[in-house]
């Protein structure tokens, strides 16, 4: 029996040297067939102090960027502790394969173990490290940029209620000023890119792989799809959503009036009406929250009543905060939080229970008592969780529902989120294919090459929009996308979710307490089954194929259809 401290505190202000002892400890046991089952949890409980220090620091940081203690904390966890202590999960994932212990709910995590062992390179784990600092410098930069706002100094996500104001020079200026922030940045990121480029692409070479690409498919533990399979799928985004997104453009310019519909013409209300405004402080966001998921499912309602009694929401924007959101978790208190960037607006909504979706996913399978490696699935599930609790949660956004909006409001803002999931599959195919050629083609060592390919793919899958004279403002578009330099090639996952989650509402349209009772039952598995199963489990299919595609954006469309009538 390892011998742990009773709070994550113990290790907030570790180096390496005090972590170390623990997983020398477990790995000097024996571990069998007949003592596999609990070295196995005391190895979990670890994992679960360690990992909530080490999600706590990286919390706080983003919270303050700005503040050098809380950066040096996160850095030391990101780029000298979890490194090592990956070294070492792989030591212990060694000993629990070669017992031979196996176990129903362990098949699925036993075989990324072995994964996990077969890629293992002693020699990558600075590497690594490195990559760390790199997205730390990354986060840095884009955390601190600021515009000056008619004298006043705003983060950038507070210039996004101004990118839909119904006077269109006020909307120009307010996006144009955001991208000019990253163009001015441009150069830097660049940089930081190219670095993390050439260091990856030694990773996988030092694994035996000829390309980053074909790594990162192994270490996201992809076995039930390959990278032909992802070309497929922009494919079919190709045939079937962009034509669906010209359609929505060409309503949109139809309704304003113009000659062309411009970037800053995208997120105005096509009816010329001000932009929601759904929430006007911190509290009413939260609480108008509680009475959303509520209606849901009461379960559900308890657990954000959870996060909200608990103080497990940063939600507001504010200055030196790192951009984005995210859920992440406190382990060993088994509680996920979220963090995010509220500005009042309604993306704040979707955003709120999006994340909302990935916390539910937590409660339930820490409520199931899975272990470390049994909880969270691959993204392509994990994100089903919160896309498709955007979805359930759509029905009740409305003020009769104790949700966000008046009647009417509530109409355009259903209209907008299923606008937007349709808008968002050529996205997140660009984002994807991108990826895929700057990781296979040796040009993708070359910031303006890269550039130039992100245009040549933006042309193919953005139809509608006018970018004329905006090219630099094109290409800031993808400076902007941190997963290219925090988590390369996590983005596909969201395209395949997506049309996961499409189904639990298709199925929820019939029966919402099936629906939601299948959705929290997959949830619960955890990783303990291949993805197949898992949404099988929540009475969807996996499959992302021209045909469902096709088949799902034709739903969408028809709800448009009834919701504008």
Known sequence: MIKLPESPAVFAGAVWSDVLPYYDQLASRSVTKETAAEWLQDWSEFEDLLGEARESAYFAYT?????????????????EIEPQAAEQRVRLARLLVESGYERPDLLEPLRAFRTDIELFREENVELKAEVERLSTEYQKVTGGLVADWNGEELPLPRLRPFMADPDRSIREKAWRLERQQYIGQREILARI??????????????????????????VF??????????????EAVLEKTVPAAKRIYERHLQKLGLESL???????DPDGRPALKPFSTNQEFIDRGRAIFQQVDPVLGARFDTLANEDLLDLESRKGKAPGGYMTELPHRKRPLIFMNAAGVAGDVHTLVHEAGHCFHGF????????????????EMGEVGSMAMELLSAPYWGRRSGGYYSEEDYRRARIDHLEGIVLFFPHCATVDALQ?????????????????QWLRLRRQFEIGVDYTGLTEEWVARWYRQLHFWEVPFYYIEYGIAQLGALQIWRNARRDQQAAVS???RALALGSTRPLPELYRAADIKLAFDAATIGELVELVEEELAALQA
Not at 210 to 217: E, P, T, V
Not at 221 to 234: E, G, I, Q, S
């Open 63 to 79: 919270c303050d960027t700005a503040d050098e203690a809380k950066e040096a904390a996160n850095l030391r966890f990101q780029t």
């Open 193 to 218: 890119f190219t670095d993390q480029y050439r260091l990856r692409q030694k990773i996988a070479r030092n694994a035996g792989f000829k390309n980053f690409r074909d790594y990162q498919h192994q």
């Open 221 to 234: 533990h992809r076995f039930d799809y390959t990278p032909d399979d992802c070309y497929r799928f922009h």
């Open 262 to 268: 411009r970037p800053w013409d995208v997120e105005v």
């Open 364 to 379: 339930e399978y820490f409520e199931a008592g899975r272990l470390f490696c049994q909880r969270m699935p691959g993204m």
């Open 436 to 452: 895929h050629w700057i990781y296979t083609d040796p040009a993708g060592e070359d910031a303006g090459a890269r550039d130039d």
């Open 518 to 520: 299948a959705y929290r």
